[in-house]
């Protein structure tokens, strides 16, 4: 924000107004309602808030806050006031203007800000601004290119997860030629897929919750939050393009925004015509199985017919870059990556377990007498989440080292109000899970992840070496997890009492979310001592925090390994392009830059500038 000397220009920006609950419409309205104009009129200090004329305001962020230090649950808004605007609706207003000097924390007075743009809108206007010198003068790059009979560059984008669609998207946008290849299958295909597996245990290796359209988040609570700065332009680009494909714009409002995987589907639908549109060439069911590499250049890539099982199908195509966007679980990929000696560099990540508690609890220990307020998702509140974190000491002890200290940080991850939980294996020998939701959340079942970070010094410790040394941690929790539910993609899962208690008393399970079954298990065997002890304090921990947490109705399920990549493919900042390959640009979660929807998708979308300036599609800064 540009701050302004005048404060009869610009625009204040009023932070923490706070509705009570029973004074605001609802959770479910973004709007000016007469109880913040009114709050309005109080800050302002202007006397009538009736004669505020709202066409001078907007609400630019609205969020639920329940904390217990509050007196009473409130929704608090952020509001802007174009001060031209009012003035010349309400000349009167100018005398509590001049007064008012910004309040630390509650006004903050700016120049009109550009307002950031979708990426299409953002590509357009960058296109207009400069003379585009087209795919004639490839600039960066030295060496053997194909060049196609159309003077466009022809850039293959391995995987339609966030990162991929978004990098299509921008190139697609400046005119390269672009392929998307996506080993799964389109959404309506992929549907059908998982529905097999819920309704019977039919895995398909490569459309699955983790493979097809729209990757990892598709099948997903859709939560768009992100830790990369909720303000900044290249969020707000991206969340602005995904209202464009037809997600709700209250996205761009709600504090904690989130999808469903109701509105994910025909989003990423509109997202695949918009593609097909510009020329996007979209294979489904087809796997790049390997990278076609001449004098250390990527020329192309070797692809196969994801259901031809014999990989008989095998065709060599030629390709000026390729845009890696494979996700975290594309384990194959890595492998093949290490046999060009592509570099891979294990990375810290996190391991544990879920946890679901019902929905009603939740809504209780956060809302307490609010909670009838939540209505499956109908009523006038969110369904409650929450959000835990925690630093613990534990001894890390194994063979070759004495005991020592470490400090870990104990997380709740990818919380899922009012969802289930739901099988992310791309593997029937190994088992993990993730969560879930529909856009209303309506179940009656709240589920967490419970994580641990997890390092290098871990992985070694445990035997495993070499850049996948993370992967192969990840799998061995996978298949103990597996062996440990007995087969069938049943889930080995315990009483979060009787993990604390290290014993196995309550052996007829609790109902759960997971549809193929649950076996009651010691899950407190299941990780290496350190980890269930860091898992254990943090619940005690969780507990103060949350009242009620640590119960026997609460229901530990195992095991959450793949909460973001094991490794990271190194690449130059600036350029996205790989530091011992040319030509090949790793994006997204999968390469260890992102962890979550939003990012990817910024991740993708930066890449997607970079190798169009790479290939002067375009050439200025952003
Ligand atoms: P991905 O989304 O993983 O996409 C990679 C794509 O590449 C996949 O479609 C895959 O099939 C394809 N691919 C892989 N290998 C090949 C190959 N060899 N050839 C061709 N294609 C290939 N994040 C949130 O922010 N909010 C949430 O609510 C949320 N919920 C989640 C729920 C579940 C069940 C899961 C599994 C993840 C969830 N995540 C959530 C995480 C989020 O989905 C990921 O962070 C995000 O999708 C990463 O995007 P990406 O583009 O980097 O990779």
Redo the contacts with the bound molecule.
């Keep these: 924000l540009t701050t302004v000397e005048n404060k009869f220009e610009g625009t204040w920006r009023l932070f923490k107004l706070g509705i009570p609950v029973e004074k605001d419409p609802g959770k479910d309205f973004h709007g000016l309602s007469d109880a913040l104009m009114q709050e309005i009129a109080k800050v302002l200090e202007f006397p009538v808030a009736s004669l505020l004329p709202r066409e001078a305001f907007s609400v630019i962020r609205k969020s639920f806050d329940a904390r217990k230090m509050l007196k009473e649950p409130k929704f608090v808004y952020t509001v802007d006031m174009d001060v031209h605007r009012l003035l010349i609706l309400e000349p009167r207003a100018r005398d509590f203007i001049s007064d008012l000097e910004p309040k630390v924390g509650l006004m903050e007075h700016f120049a009109k800000e550009k307002v950031s743009n979708d990426v299409i809108s953002i590509v357009h206007d960058l296109k207009s601004n400069q003379e585009v010198v087209g795919a004639n003068g490839f600039n960066s790059h030295s060496g053997p290119y194909l060049r196609m009979s159309n003077g466009k560059p022809k850039i293959a984008v ?8 978004f990098a299509s998207l921008v190139l697609a946008e400046f005119g390269a030629d672009v392929t998307l ?4 299958q389109p959404v309506e295909q992929r549907g059908r897929d998982i529905g097999a597996l819920v309704a019977r245990r039919i895995l398909e290796l ?1 459309s699955n ?9 598709t ?8 830790r990369i700065g909720r303000n900044s332009g290249s969020v707000q680009a991206v969340m602005k393009s995904l209202v464009y494909f037809g997600a709700p714009k209250n996205i761009l409002l709600n504090g904690k925004p ?1 999808l469903g995987t109701d509105k994910l589907i025909p989003l990423l639908r509109n997202f695949r015509q918009h593609l097909e549109t510009l020329g996007v060439t979209i294979k489904f069911g ?4 390997d990278l076609i590499e001449e004098g250390g250049h990527l020329t192309g890539v070797k ?1 196969s017919d994801s259901r031809d099982k014999l990989k008989l199908s095998k065709q060599k195509l030629g390709y000026d870059a390729i845009v890696l ?6 384990r ?2 890595y492998q093949m990556l290490l046999s060009h000696n592509i570099p891979v560099i294990p990375k810290e990540f996190a391991v544990g377990l879920r946890i679901e508690h019902p929905q009603e609890l939740i809504n209780s220990i956060q809302y307490s007498g609010l909670a009838n307020e939540v209505e499956k998702g109908r009523g006038k509140v969110p369904v409650a989440d929450y959000k835990v974190a925690k630093y613990v000491n534990i001894d890390t002890k194994n063979p070759s080292s004495n005991s020592v200290a470490a400090s870990r940080s104990c997380y709740s991850f ?1 919380m ?1 109000p009012g969802g289930q939980v ?1 099988l ?1 294996s791309t593997n029937p020998e190994e088992l993990c899970i ?3 939701s529909f856009s209303r959340r309506s179940s009656k079942w709240a589920n967490a992840a419970l994580v641990v970070t997890v390092s290098t010094k871990d992985f070694n410790d445990l035997g495993f070496q070499g850049p996948l040394a993370g992967v192969e941690f990840q799998r061995e929790l996978e298949q103990r997890a597996a062996v440990m539910g007995g087969g069938n993609f049943v889930l080995p899962v315990q009483t979060a009492t009787d993990f604390m208690d290290r014993r196995l008393r309550v052996t007829s399970v609790p109902p759960s979310s997971y549809r193929l079954g649950v076996k009651a298990s010691n899950l407190h065997e299941l990780f290496p001592g350190h980890i269930t002890e860091a898992l254990q304090q943090s619940i005690l921990a969780f507990d103060q925090e949350l009242p009620g947490f640590l119960s026997s109705d609460a229901l530990l399920h195992g095991v959450e390994t ?1 909460t ?1 990549s094991p490794i990271q493919i190194p690449r130059n900042l600036e350029t996205y392009e790989s530091t011992s390959v040319r030509g090949l640009y790793p ?4 390469a260890g830059y ?7 998708a910024v ?2 979308m930066y890449a997607g500038f970079a190798v169009a300036k790479s290939f002067n599609l375009y050439h200025g800064d952003l």
């Design positions: 391995v995987g339609s997860g966030p990162s991929g669609l290849f996506e080993r799964g490569d919750f983790c493979f097809g359209e729209g990757g990892a988040g099948w997903s609570d859709g939560k768009l939050v992100t989130h087809t796997r790049v199985d692809v966007a494979v996700g975290h679980s594309a194959d990929v990818c899922c739901v992310t993730n969560g879930m793949r973001s994006v997204g979660e999968g992102a962890g979550g929807i939003v990012s990817a991740d993708g």
